[in-house]
């Protein structure tokens, strides 16, 4: 049974710092790309970052690029997401999500996820 399960979020102020964490079990963690995604409420999920597990590919939405940093612990079967100055336009809740394949130019579609964790809310104060 596929299994991720999301951990770190919590309340920041902005200009802070949080790690999230997505713990992997049941797949062939070095055969997958994960995929960090957000949701606001009354807004659409939204692709934050991608990382290949094979390769060490990274992707990221714009919106993030230089203050989240994604990366991938093989051994412990686990993604983690830096994400360093936030704001308050980051308050969401984040899920990560295992995709058999992904590029450059599909990372950001949950559509090729098939499996998802169950979210961590993260809150960031003004």
């Known amino acids: 049974e596929v299994q991720l399960v999301e951990s770190g979020g919590g309340l920041v102020q902005a200009g802070g710092s949080l790690r999230l964490s997505c713990a992997a079990s049941g797949f062939t963690f070095d055969d997958y790309r994960i995929g960090w995604f957000r949701q606001a409420p009354g807004k659409e999920r939204e692709g934050v970052s991608c990382?290949?597990?094979?390769?060490?590919?990274?992707y990221y939405a714009d919106s993030v690029k230089g203050r989240f940093t994604i990366s991938s612990d093989n051994a412990k079967n686990t993604v983690y997401l830096q994400m360093n100055s936030l704001k308050p336009e980051d308050t969401a809740v984040y899920y990560c999500?295992?995709?058999?394949?992904?590029?450059?130019?599909?990372?950001?579609?949950?559509?090729?996820?098939?499996?998802w964790g169950q979210g961590t809310q993260v809150t960031v104060s003004s």
């Open positions: 999500a295992a995709a058999r394949w992904a590029t450059s130019l599909s990372w950001y579609r949950g559509s090729i996820y098939t499996d």
């Open positions: 990382i290949s597990n094979s390769d060490g590919s990274t």
